[in-house]
């Protein structure tokens, strides 16, 4: 029974993320679906068209069920990477979203002007999105922090979903919000720089190894007239 419950359990989690990748790339059901049987199709097509080259039979058909896995699971890792850009660079300009908003608290704006307001100052996807959020809340008469909650539970943001409960108490309850939101602005920039500084450190990791490659293949080069010798003299 354990087992059947945390199964349940995974398969919902991975039924959400694999939801809120969709939304937050555009993408439909059906388009994720055209997109893998697309890529089987190609992918049977290009390996047996290889195979048949060099190869027959068995070899063939090997090829074509590999061909086909790769090009079925080849649009589901893309909307994975994807998706994991998109959020990286909401998240970034979410950030800069909070700093004008706060610098407009900071003049005497309201909240939800202040909102209103920063949303129309930016430039790019991050901000249209959140000007189309803002103006979904004032036509459907919701405040704008339970649409900011829903736009980063769709897209499985916890950034905005923290920062909309903290809206939520200042629109609400009148906690002081500056503090709070300048504080989030400051948390998320660094999870950034952590992250940007993890990036270029993977990236230098991963030019090393073609130089030791060359480096390998030199004394290879090298050595090798050297051990002909030696072989043929024996």
Do not use: K
């Amino acid at each position: 029974r354990l087992m059947r419950i945390w199964r349940v359990a995974v398969q919902d989690r991975t039924a959400r993320a694999h939801a809120s990748d969709l939304a937050i790339v555009g993408w439909t059901p059906t388009d994720l679906v055209a997109r893998q049987l697309l890529g089987v199709v190609l992918g049977v097509a290009v390996s047996s068209t290889l195979m048949s080259i060099a190869g027959h039979g068995v070899m063939v058909a090997a090829a074509m069920i590999i061909g086909g896995f790769v090009g079925f699971l080849l649009p589901v890792t893309l909307l994975r990477a994807s998706a994991r850009a998109r959020r990286r660079s909401f998240v970034h300009a979410f950030s800069a979203y909070l700093d004008l908003v706060n610098v407009l608290l900071a003049g005497g704006a309201g909240m939800e002007t202040a909102l209103i307001a920063a949303a129309e100052a930016g430039d790019g996807w991050a901000f249209g999105t959140l000007r189309t959020c803002l103006t979904r809340a004032r036509l459907s008469r919701r405040s704008p922090w339970g649409e900011l909650r829903t736009l980063g539970t769709r897209w499985s943001i916890s950034e905005v979903v923290e920062v909309a409960g903290s809206m939520n108490l200042s629109g609400e309850h009148g906690a002081r919000i500056r503090s709070s939101l300048a504080a989030r602005a400051d948390s998320m920039r660094s999870r950034q720089v952590a992250e940007v500084g993890a990036l270029a450190q993977s990236a230098t990791e991963r030019m090393g190894v073609p130089v030791m490659m060359l480096f390998v293949g030199f004394m290879v080069l090298l050595g090798y007239p050297a051990l002909q010798t030696v072989v043929m003299t024996m």
